[in-house]
Every structure is written in structure tokens, then in C-alpha cells.
């Protein structure tokens, strides 16, 4: 009589997985694609907006991303714009021959490097969300921007203007918009929106009057 209760049991214990994991792929089966189509004030396509859509409810957490480089050459970041999550850490290598002095002043990320050549010994860590606004101390014209995402979800605008978030669940989020364009923002312009079941769009545009 044991082994047969045993069984039953097991069988009892399996079914309701069964039934748990066919209910999450349900639910997993409604995240959609969402494709942003984002301009600046003219209604022109905008490349290199960043969209992050952050749930209105609890956070969803996020992981570090592999290591990011963004280096000078050429009395310039060759990376303009970076986007990260929360954690990531960035290292900053000067290929010129003169030496750079890389800084921050923002909230979201406040360090210095001093005058250096090469690659400094310690990476950045962007360990706040926020944008990080970085200069030069010595070539006036060297201006890149950090984005530090706090949520999975997350995309930049390619040239055509669009932005595509992938696997993104249906509810309720606040949709934050930024570009460098946006002078004197420091901060993304929040709205409400409201992921449907599956696939959908969605345009804004962006108080950018022309590419920085
Ligand atoms: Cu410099």
C-alpha cells in the first residue's frame, strides 16, 4: 500500500508544477515588443534618444553589464553615449598622446580622474541611477553622457528613431525620455504609459531642436 501512496503523491506534486509552469508561460506568452518612434521637436527622427520604462509598482531588479569602455582619441570620448544598468562599471582609456582629466559633477556620478595617460588602474562604478554628465578638465570642447538605468527594460534610438524594448510585460510603467540634445534637462521627461498584451507602439517627441 506505501509505494502506491507515494505515487499518487508524486503524481499529485506534478501536476501542480505542471500547472504553475503553464501559468507563468501564460503570462510570459502577454510581454510584447514595444517600438518607440521618437523625434525631436521638429518631428524629425531622433537617433540616440534613450527610453527606459520603469514599472509604476515595484522594481524589478537589475543586474551589473559586462564592463563598458569609454576612451578618448582624438581630444574626444569616442563613446558619446553610454547606457547601463545600475552597478556597470566603465573604464576610461586614452589612446592620445596628451594626457586627458576625465570628471563628473552629477549626482548620479561624481568621481575625477586625474591627468592621466593610458588606462587608468581603477574602472568607474555607476552605482546610482541617474545621468552622468562627463567632461575634461583640460579640452573644453570633451563632452560625453552616462545614462544609468535602474530597470530592465531599456532601449536608444537608432537613426531611423526607433527604439525597440523587448519582453516587455503588460501594466503600468512611467516611460522616462532623454537625449543630449535636451540642454539644461538633466533629467528624462517622465509619462505615464501603459503596456498592453503583446506587441505595440508608440511615438513621442522630444524638446530637441537639433543634434548636439
Ligand atoms: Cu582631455
Not at 5 to 15: E, K, Q, S
Amino acid at each position: 500500500m506505501t509505494p502506491t501512496i507515494r505515487c499518487a503523491a508524486r503524481g499529485v506534486a506534478t501536476r501542480a508544477t505542471t500547472l504553475l509552469l503553464a501559468a507563468l508561460a501564460a503570462g510570459a506568452s502577454h510581454a510584447g515588443a514595444l517600438t518607440l518612434h521618437l523625434t525631436d521637436s521638429a518631428g524629425k527622427p531622433l537617433v540616440d534618444a534613450v527610453a527606459l520604462l520603469e514599472p509604476a509598482g515595484a522594481k524589478v531588479p537589475t543586474k551589473p553589464m559586462a564592463d563598458v569602455e569609454i576612451a578618448q582619441a582624438k581630444r574626444e570620448f569616442t563613446t558619446r553615449l553610454t547606457l547601463i544598468t545600475v552597478g556597470t562599471r566603465a573604464l576610461f582609456p586614452n589612446f592620445d598622446t596628451v594626457r586627458h582629466h576625465v570628471y563628473s559633477f552629477s549626482p548620479a556620478k561624481t568621481f575625477e580622474l586625474k591627468l592621466y595617460a593610458g588606462v587608468p588602474n581603477v574602472p568607474v562604478v555607476f552605482d546610482k541611477p541617474g545621468i552622468a554628465v562627463l567632461g575634461c578638465n583640460i579640452h573644453d570642447n570633451m563632452a560625453a553622457w552616462v545614462v544609468v538605468a535602474d530597470t530592465p527594460w531599456f532601449a536608444r534610438s537608432a537613426a531611423n528613431g526607433r527604439a525597440r524594448i523587448e519582453a516587455l510585460p503588460p501594466g503600468a510603467y512611467r516611460l522616462r525620455l532623454w537625449h543630449p540634445g535636451m540642454s539644461g534637462m538633466p533629467e528624462p521627461t517622465t509619462t505615464a504609459f501603459t503596456m498592453p498584451a503583446g506587441d505595440a507602439e508608440h511615438s513621442a517627441r522630444l524638446a530637441v531642436s537639433s543634434e548636439p
